[in-house]
């Protein structure tokens, strides 16, 4: 079954902090909070916001602390996460699902805190959000528009989008046809992760959204083998590819080559592929409802994308 969390609206209280990497500098902590403060809500900020435990934002109890805290606090209406990097993972064993499935609220982040936001709904059926992290609410310059109105269709009251998805690079169907299924995916050595554990989502019948960056496309080639080894490819119904990021190739141009890559690994599957869609890592991005149910039309060189129900209630 799937549970809506409550859309924000001014005045919520928000929790900010990292499950993950700690962010660069307190600098940065003041832009993220600024910005978010710009959709009239109120930030609170947890010890893991700016605690340092080498590559970790402090140590695993104290970050699960921190996440199970503002998971049953019932003035806490969402959570952000603040930054990306490594160490998400190690909290799955120990979230309180049976509450937030009791009591669910908005949750968004992106790279490594994707596979708690797929363990999550995985696990309870509550959709949460692929979007904007600490990164974006940090920069200077400030949400792009597209990132911005995205942001507020998925999460707000006034938006509560349903509809066709507004493209911003120019999206590519690398294999025609039509698919319905709810949106799972993320970061794909991210959410590889997952495949083989008790927190991975329910693949049938899918639409698989994935993004890398930093990675060769070769090292793409071995993580969506991995999938497809391990059973994904058979079970899903579609799947969307972000537009490649920082996947540079020394001998070969690297958006040609995951296009390849993506089209020789899953010749053997019907369903459909859209390609180089601005999601994840991608400045600017979409917030997308993990969980949510939606619908690829890739016909005649003219690809739909698009959101069958919303990710929130008011």
């Known amino acids: 079954m799937t549970i809506k969390p409550p859309a924000l609206k001014p005045g919520d209280q928000v929790a900010l902090f990292s499950i993950s990497s700690p962010i660069p500098s307190e600098a940065h902590l003041a832009r993220m909070i600024d910005c978010l403060e710009s959709f009239g809500l109120q930030v609170i900020t947890f010890p893991s916001t700016i605690a340092r435990y080498g590559y970790l934002a402090g140590a695993d109890d104290l970050r699960l602390e921190n996440m ?27 979230i309180d699902y049976a509450v937030f499935q009791r009591t669910p609220k908005i949750v968004v982040g992106l790279s490594d805190p994707s596979c708690v936001l797929n363990a999550l709904t995985a696990r309870t059926g509550v959709i949460t959000f692929h979007g904007p992290t600490g990164v974006n609410f940090a920069a200077e310059e400030g949400l792009p528009a597209y990132t911005r109105e995205s942001f507020v269709q998925n999460l707000f009251a006034e938006g509560v989008f349903i509809g066709e998805v507004p493209s911003y690079s120019p999206w590519e169907i690398l294999k025609p046809g039509q698919a319905k299924g709810p949106l799972f995916g993320g970061h794909l050595t991210t959410i590889q992760t997952l495949l083989g554990t008790p927190y991975a989502p329910n ?25 497809k080894l391990a059973g994904v490819l058979e ?45 994840g890592h991608a400045d600017p991005k979409l917030t997308l409802p993990i969980g949510a149910l939606a619908e690829l039309q890739l016909q005649n060189n003219q690809p739909a994308f698009t959101l069958l129900e919303s990710g929130v209630t008011r």
């Open 203 to 227: 693949w049938d019948g899918c639409i698989f959204f994935w993004e890398e960056i930093g990675k060769t496309p070769r090292a793409i080639d071995k993580a969506l083998s991995h999938f």
């Open 68 to 94: 199970n805290r503002a998971i049953a606090s019932p003035e806490i209406r969402a959570i952000f996460f603040a930054w990306g990097g490594s160490g998400a993972n190690h909290l799955l064993p120990h």
């Open 235 to 279: 079970r899903i119904a579609g799947m969307v590819v972000g537009r490649p990021l920082d996947c540079a190739d020394p001998d070969h141009d690297a958006e040609m080559d995951i296009r390849r890559m993506v089209i020789e690994i899953c010749r053997e599957y019907d369903f459909p592929i859209l390609f180089n869609v601005d999601l």
